[in-house]
């Protein structure tokens, strides 16, 4: 209630229920192919540094209200005004250490700059001749919030401007990697952990995935959930499956071999292709053992089940392998389940991946049925249209 109250304050515009469904140590449910979004904690180290840096007091109490314009739009979202530590409001909504504040931010700041070079700065960088400056200086280094009001010492902006113009934390969504018949009261989630160096050599580093990677196992911790429905329906048992996911692209079908094992349990189950890729077989093969586990006889993914795995090591040779190419390699098996009434999913990066799949796919409909290019891309269509090719795909 109290991370439902307070963000439904924030004036960061909100996709969904402000409440938890739940924190991620009591019962849950869920499905194959759905999501979990996580709210992640902020750095308390940094969280005390903006509050010094701002005199703001942690202990005091604050309620945010919309503005009345607002209010005569019909805010559904806002909770009954009862007051919340200042301190929790900053740690549950404003992104104060990982996002980069907007151009608007630095307009503002000069208004409340004493130090004349500081102020003449802003202006500048708020000025359309500084924007390239600008971008210099803010996005392309991902300086947070913290970081720009510790470069511009003579700022003094109060919490009412401050709680407009800093990003609002948000949400990170993760395709959830199991099967809760498989794993009763559990979610698992594949976690890439983002680092990268800056063109001034900082390091960067992901708030959420970070957060995420240094929880302590031996103490108990709170973690804001909420489920939905992402771009991967869960299928029927009796569909075959052509899935396609490099990478942490494998998140999904993680869960969902895991419950079409479980199904095989109790009768015969349609068959499963995944096409999984990765740069080092040494390095990046992700959950190797269990893929390796179904592949072997009577597994979902083994070939007397009429299934298959395949794998693409793009740097393992001189000649990079993509999961396209194994595709192609096995045009046949993927038209024969296609022809049988098989869905395609697909998941992992939103780059190139999706349309060179898309690319391969026409070509061995295009080469096994006999058609052309233009017919075979009206083929994926009507499968899209009959809910059988599915794409989940980030940046």
Not at 19 to 32: A, E, K, Q, T
Request: net charge neutral.
């Amino acid at each position: 209630m109290l991370i439902e109250r307070t963000r439904s304050m924030s004036p960061g515009k909100s996709s969904g229920k402000m409440r938890p469904d739940c924190f991620l140590n009591l019962s849950i449910h869920y499905d194959v192919g759905d999501v979990l979004e996580v709210l992640p904690s902020q750095d308390p180290v940094a969280v005390d540094a903006f509050m010094k840096r701002c005199n703001l007091n942690p202990e005091a109490y604050i309620t945010v209200q919309p503005s009345k314009k607002e209010n005569s739009m019909g805010d559904t979202n806002h909770a009954p005004d009862i007051p919340v530590k200042l301190k929790t409001f900053v740690e549950l909504t404003m992104d104060i250490a990982s996002a980069s504040p907007r151009r608007y931010f630095f307009e503002i700041m000069s208004n409340f700059a004493s130090a004349q070079h500081e102020k003449e700065r802003l202006q500048y960088f708020a000025s359309p001749e500084g924007r390239d400056d600008l971008y210099q200086y803010n996005q392309k280094e991902r300086r947070t919030v913290l970081e720009v009001l510790e470069d511009f010492h003579s700022v003094q902006m109060p919490l009412e401007w401050l709680v407009q113009l800093i990003p609002p934390l948000k949400t990170r969504a993760f395709s959830i990697s199991s099967s809760n018949s498989a794993h009763p009261n559990q979610v698992h989630l594949t976690v890439s952990v983002v680092s990268w160096t800056t063109p001034y050599k900082r390091t960067r580093k992901g708030l959420c995935s970070t957060w995420l990677a240094g929880l302590d196992l031996q103490q108990r911790v709170l973690i804001p959930a909420w489920f939905h429905k992402g771009s991967l329906p869960s299928p029927s048992p009796s569909v075959p499956l052509i899935l396609i996911g490099p990478g942490t692209g494998c998140a999904p079908f993680r869960g969902f071999v895991e419950e079409r094992a479980l199904q095989s349990k109790s009768g015969p189950r349609a068959p499963v292709l995944f096409f999984f890729g990765c740069r080092n077989e040494e390095n990046d093969f992700l959950y190797r053992d269990f893929w390796l586990s179904h592949l072997q006889s009577g597994g979902v993914l083994s070939e007397d089940k009429g299934g298959g795995f395949y794998v693409a090591f793009s740097r393992d040779q001189p000649q990079k392998v993509y999961v396209q190419h194994k595709m192609r390699e096995q045009s046949t098996k993927i038209w024969n389940l296609l022809a049988g009434g098989a869905a395609v999913y697909i998941a992992g990066s939103a780059n190139k991946m999706p349309s060179d799949v898309l690319a391969a796919l026409e070509e061995i409909i295009s080469l096994e049925g006999g058609v052309t290019k233009e017919v075979a891309a009206r083929w994926i269509h009507a499968l899209e249209k009959s809910g059988r090719y599915h794409v989940e795909a980030w940046s």
